[in-house]
C-alpha cells in the first residue's frame, strides 16, 4: 500500500506608529527570546511551520536531488481512528507530537514511530487541529495542546496535564471575551505562538451572529493567566473604532484569527491575520471598512499594542479571510536586505511589506468596484490591488476560460455562465440571482502557508483555481425553526438542505440517520467542521431541530440571531460531471522571486485519476495544506485532494522527483527533521475532503534506506 511510486513528469501608517515600531524593535532586540521554543536548526522540526518565522525551510540536506528517487517508508503510524487529519506534527530531541482525528494528543519515537504516550482530554472535537506548540525554559518542557475550546499543557515527557496551568491544566478559551462564556461557540483550529513565557492565541468562529468577538490573547505559559488582548473589533477610543457602527464591539462579532501567527523573536513582533466579520454575507449591522478584520497587524508580542495594519479587505462580504500565517523573509531592495514579511491571501494576491513599520514593498492601488444593491447593505467602494507579483489565481472569468473537457460540458457549464453576474471577485452578491466569484472562498491560497529559502529569497505557494457563485435571499425572519435554519444554517447547508458535499452534508431525510436527540445535541455543541449553537436557547433548539427533520414550527420567544438578507450558501462553479466549471489548470504551484516579484516557475499540482486515466494530461486539482522547501534542492508538498500523493519537486526547476501514493489524501504540511544522523520526512494521511476518498489518521515517515 505504501509503496512510493517514482514516475517522473515534465512538467498609511502614522508617524506615531513608526516610532512605535522603532522603540519596540529597539527595546525587544537586546532582549533573550531564545528559550521560548530553542530550536536545534539541523535537527528539530519543533515550530508549526518550521519556525516561529513560518518559512516552512530546512537546512538539512542528506535527502537531496541526487538520490531523493531512492526514498522509501521508514515507519507510519496508524491511530485506527476515523475523522481526517490536517495537523503538521512537531518535533523536539527525536520525539513528534501530533494529533489523532478524534483530538488525542500523541508522541511518538521519531526514529521508529512507536507510541510513547497518548493523552484523551475526554472531549471528541471532530474538527481539524493543526498542530501544538511546544515550549521550555530549558528545565521544563511543555506541550501546549488546543482542543475545541480548551488550551491544554502537558508534560512533554509524560502528556499529562501540568495542574498549576489554568485549572487543572486546562484554560477555558470563552472565558474573558463577552456575556456568559458557556453561550460563546469557540474553537480552535491553528496553534498558538510562543514568545518568551507567552502563548498568543487566536480562535476559530461562526461565519454569522451571534459569535463573539476575534479578540487576540496572551497567556502566561507557566500560569495559564491572562497577560494582553487585543479587540479586533475596536473598543470606544480605540484605534480604528470609528470604522464600525457605534457600539459595534458589543454585538459584532468574529474578525479573528483562525489560522496562525509568525513571530519575530528578535525583535518582539507578532504578526497576527484576520478573516472577516460576522455575518460573512451581508453587512447592514457593520456598515465601515470595519477594522481590525481582513488585516495583516503588527502587535509588540510582550505587550499587544498595535505598531502597524494593513487591511488586504475592506467590508468582506466574500469570506476573504486571511488564510494562512504570514511568512517572515528578508529581501533585496537597492542591494540591501530588507526584513519583509510575506501574505498569501484568498484573493490570488501576494502582498509583501517592510516587517518594522508596514511599508508596501510592491506598489499597491485601490481599485473601485460595483456599489451593493441589496437593502441596507454599503459595500467598500474600492479595495486594495497589489500590483506585484502578478496575481497567482485568475481574476475574472470570460467564456474563453470555460471547460472544454467535453463539448456537453462545455454547453452546460456556458448556459450557466450566461445567466450569472460576472464584473470580478468584488461584486457584491444579489438577491435572486447568482453572483460568479473568482477565486471563492477556498482560495487562492489556503491553511497551508508558504515556504521560504533564504538563499534564493524565492517563496513557493500552492493555490485553488476554483470558482463560486453565491445568492442572497430576504430572510422569513421570524424565532422558529425556519427563521433559525436561515440565519445559523443555511449558508452551510443550504436554504433547501441539500448541503454541498462533502464540506456541506446535506439535511434531507436526516431524521433517518439521526434521532432527535442526536441533533439537539449537535446544534448546542457541533459536530464535525460545524460549530456549536450554545446561544440558541431549548426552545429554540427545538425548533430548528423539527424543521431540519421536516417539520416546521414557529415557536414564540425562542431565538435565532436571524439576519434581513441571508445566503443560499456556498456553491462551487462546476460542470455536470463535478469537475471545475474552467479550463485547467485546478491547482497550482508556483515559485516567486520575492526580490523582483516575478515569477521563476509556475505548475498544475494534482491531478483527477479518473481523468489521467482516460490519458488527460495533469490538470491540478484542489489543495490544502503547504509546502517545504529544503537546502537540498527539494520542494516537498502533499496537498491534493484527490489523489492521495505526496510529491516531492526540484525547487530551482519545478520537475517532479519522486511522488508516492497514501492511504488517503495529506491535507497538511510536511515537516522535515534529523534523528541520529538520518533525514526523515514526515506527513499526515487522513483525507477528509473527497467523499469517495476515505478518512483515517496515518502519519508517515520517509527516509533513504
Known amino acids: 500500500m505504501f509503496r512510493p511510486a517514482r514516475r517522473p513528469i515534465e512538467t498609511c501608517m502614522s508617524c506615531v506608529a513608526i516610532a512605535v515600531a522603532l522603540i519596540v524593535v529597539a527595546k525587544a532586540g537586546s532582549g533573550q527570546s531564545g528559550k521560548a521554543v530553542a530550536p536545534s536548526g539541523k535537527v528539530d522540526w519543533p515550530i508549526y511551520g518550521g519556525s516561529s518565522a513560518n518559512t516552512h525551510y530546512s537546512k538539512l540536506n542528506q535527502i537531496n536531488r541526487t538520490n531523493v528517487s531512492k526514498l522509501t517508508l521508514a515507519w507510519s503510524y496508524d491511530s485506527g481512528e476515523r475523522g481526517g487529519l490536517e495537523t503538521s506534527p512537531i518535533i523536539v530531541d527525536g520525539v513528534l507530537y501530533a494529533y489523532t482525528p478524534l483530538k488525542e494528543v500523541i508522541a511518538l519515537d521519531a526514529a521508529g514511530g512507536k507510541l510513547l504516550w497518548k493523552f484523551n482530554s475526554g472531549i471528541t472535537g471532530q474538527r481539524p487541529e493543526r498542530g501544538l506548540s511546544y515550549w521550555t525554559d530549558g528545565h521544563v518542557q511543555r506541550i501546549l495542546a488546543p482542543i475545541v475550546n480548551y488550551l491544554y499543557a502537558l508534560d512533554a515527557k509524560t502528556g499529562n496535564p501540568i495542574k498549576t496551568f489554568g485549572d487543572e491544566g486546562r484554560i477555558d478559551l470563552r472565558e474573558n471575551l463577552r456575556g456568559d462564556p458557556k453561550l460563546q461557540s469557540l474553537y480552535v483550529s491553528s496553534p498558538g505562538s510562543v514568545y518568551k513565557d507567552l502563548i498568543i492565541m487566536g480562535d ?31 473598543h470606544p477610543s480605540e484605534f480604528g473604532y470609528d470604522t464600525w457602527p457605534k457600539d459595534a464591539w458589543t454585538y459584532s462579532g468574529a474578525a479573528n484569527n483562525w489560522t496562525g501567527m509568525s513571530v519575530d523573536t528578535e525583535r518582539g513582533i507578532v504578526y497576527v491575520p484576520t478573516g472577516s466579520p460576522a455575518t460573512d454575507w451581508y453587512g447592514a449591522d457593520r456598515i465601515g471598512d470595519n477594522l481590525f478584520a481582513n488585516s495583516l497587524i503588527a502587535l509588540n508580542a510582550e505587550t499587544g499594542k498595535r505598531i502597524w495594519h494593513f487591511q488586504t479587505l475592506r467590508h468582506d462580504l466574500w469570506d476573504k479571510d486571511l488564510p494562512s500565517p504570514p511568512t517572515l523573509v528578508t529581501v533585496k531592495r537597492n542591494g540591501k536586505d530588507v526584513p519583509a514579511v510575506a501574505q498569501t491571501s484568498k484573493q490570488g494576491f501576494l502582498f509583501l511589506f517592510n516587517r518594522l513599520d508596514g511599508t508596501p514593498l510592491f506598489p499597491i492601488e485601490y481599485r473601485k468596484y460595483p456599489a451593493s444593491n441589496v437593502p441596507g447593505e454599503v459595500a467598500a467602494a474600492e479595495q486594495p490591488y497589489p500590483l506585484k507579483p502578478e496575481p497567482f489565481t485568475r481574476q475574472l472569468l470570460t467564456e474563453n476560460d470555460l471547460t472544454n473537457r467535453t463539448p456537453e460540458a462545455h454547453q452546460a457549464v456556458l448556459e450557466h455562465f450566461r445567466k450569472m453576474i460576472n464584473h470580478g471577485q468584488f461584486t457584491p452578491n444579489s ?89 439537539l445535541d449537535i446544534v448546542q455543541h457541533g459536530r464535525g467542521r460545524m460549530p456549536g449553537f450554545p446561544a440558541i436557547d431549548p426552545v429554540g433548539r427545538r425548533a430548528v431541530s423539527d424543521y431540519i427533520m421536516g417539520t416546521e414550527k414557529e415557536v414564540p420567544g425562542s431565538t435565532g440571531g436571524a439576519v434581513t438578507y441571508n445566503t443560499t450558501g456556498y456553491r462551487s462553479f462546476v460542470d455536470p460531471d463535478g469537475y471545475p466549471a474552467l479550463t485547467p489548470p485546478w491547482g497550482t504551484l508556483n515559485a516567486i522571486n520575492l526580490d523582483t516579484g516575478e515569477y521563476v516557475w509556475k505548475i498544475p499540482l494534482g491531478e483527477y485519476p479518473a481523468l489521467t486515466a482516460q490519458g488527460v494530461p495533469i490538470t491540478g486539482s484542489q489543495n490544502f495544506g503547504g509546502p517545504v522547501v529544503t537546502d537540498g534542492g527539494l520542494l516537498i508538498i502533499a496537498a491534493t485532494v484527490y489523489d492521495k500523493k505526496l510529491r516531492i519537486f526540484d525547487k530551482s526547476t519545478g520537475k517532479l522527483l519522486w511522488e508516492t501514493v497514501m492511504p488517503f489524501s495529506a491535507l497538511a504540511t510536511p515537516a ?4 541520529k544522523g538520518k533525514q526523515y520526512i514526515v506527513i499526515a494521511s487522513g483525507g477528509g475532503r473527497d467523499r469517495r476518498g476515505g478518512t483515517g489518521g496515518v502519519y508517515m515517515a520517509f527516509s533513504l534506506p
Open 204 to 234: 476559530g468562529e461562526p461565519e454569522n451572529l451571534p459569535a463573539p468577538p476575534g479578540d487576540i490573547r496572551a497567556y502566561d505559559v507557566r500560569t495559564g493567566a491572562l497577560r494582553w488582548t487585543f479587540h479586533t473589533i475596536p
Open 431 to 519: 438577491v435572486g440571482q447568482e453572483t460568479l466569484m473568482m477565486p471563492g472562498w477556498n482560495g487562492g491560497a489556503e491553511y497551508g502557508g508558504s515556504a521560504f529559502d533564504p538563499a534564493t529569497h524565492i517563496i513557493y505557494l500552492n493555490a485553488n483555481e476554483e470558482p463560486l457563485t453565491e445568492t442572497l435571499v430576504k430572510s422569513a425572519g421570524g424565532s422558529g425553526g425556519r427563521g433559525i435554519y436561515e440565519s445559523q444554517c443555511a449558508a452551510c447547508h443550504g436554504q433547501k438542505r441539500a448541503g454541498l458535499p462533502p464540506a456541506f452534508p446535506g439535511l434531507i431525510d436526516v431524521e433517518k440517520k439521526l434521532s432527535l436527540d442526536q441533533i
Open 672 to 675: 522535515t527533521y534529523e534523528v
